[in-house]
């Protein structure tokens, strides 16, 4: 069974400044997905960013990216110009298939952010 | 606005009640998904389901039920056999057969059971 590891329970950055959440995983797949979900206190789970496995480049939105290390199995989150509505805790999630070519996602624990002003 | 609705958003129950929370999207997405969120634990697979009618099991399912008689509605019974019910619940909708697709999540629902 494919596991997600956020071995950051909690993290801390200055806003305006850059951080990086890691988050490994176990699979014996060649080709899946990856997404980080970022859920502030409000508890909406709302989703930062996702990468193709068969995809070499990295995936960017605005201020969000990723290092996606496929043979490391590393897929971290990289957050510029921290801003302290990006104060929230951060899953990592990994899309796994099951038998009848259904979806299931994996989680981590996640990593708790703080942004201080 | 499309979008995925649980109610209520707060859910009191006393030990050896069952109870029900609703789940209703109308994004037109085929499948839907329950979760669980511990302190800690990150969010644990219920019970899934891809098409009406038809629902499989997750990583947590015992002490769990649901049903699936509508596209748009996948509600979750809590049984007086989960021994732990206290938690946040979620739910989700997504495409499916899709290249990529993501699960769009509702607000959820904290049940607190005594």
């Known amino acids: 069974a494919q596991t997600v590891t956020q071995s950051q329970p909690e993290m801390s950055v200055q806003e305006a400044e850059t951080v990086t959440l890691s988050c490994t995983y176990d699979t014996s797949e060649s080709d899946y997905y990856l997404f980080w979900y970022k859920q502030p206190p409000s508890r909406q789970m709302i989703l930062v960013i996702r990468?193709?496995?068969?995809?070499?480049q990295n995936a960017t939105e605005n201020r969000f990216s990723v290092n996606f290390q496929k043979a490391a199995k590393s897929f971290s989150l990289k957050i510029s110009d921290s801003q302290l509505g990006d104060a929230a805790m951060y899953f990592c999630a990994y899309r796994s298939e099951w038998e009848g070519g259904s979806e299931k996602l994996v989680f981590g624990k996640g990593t708790k952010l703080t942004v201080n002003p | 606005d499309g979008g995925i609705t649980q109610s209520p958003k707060y859910l009191f129950r006393k030990e050896g009640q069952n109870v029900t929370l609703s789940c209703e999207q109308n994004?037109?997405?085929?499948?839907m998904y329950w979760y669980r969120q511990d302190p800690g634990q990150g969010l644990r697979l219920i019970y899934y389901s891809q098409i009406v009618n038809d629902f499989q099991k997750g990583d947590i399912a015992e002490g769990y039920s649901v049903s699936r008689e509508k596209k748009e509605s996948f509600p979750l019974t809590v049984t007086s056999a989960q021994k732990n019910p206290t938690a946040f619940y979620l739910c989700a909708s997504s495409n499916a057969g899709g290249a990529i697709y993501e699960q769009y999540f509702g607000p959820g629902t904290r049940l607190t059971v005594t």
């Open positions: 990468q193709e496995a068969y995809k070499q």
């Open positions: 994004l037109n997405h085929d499948a």
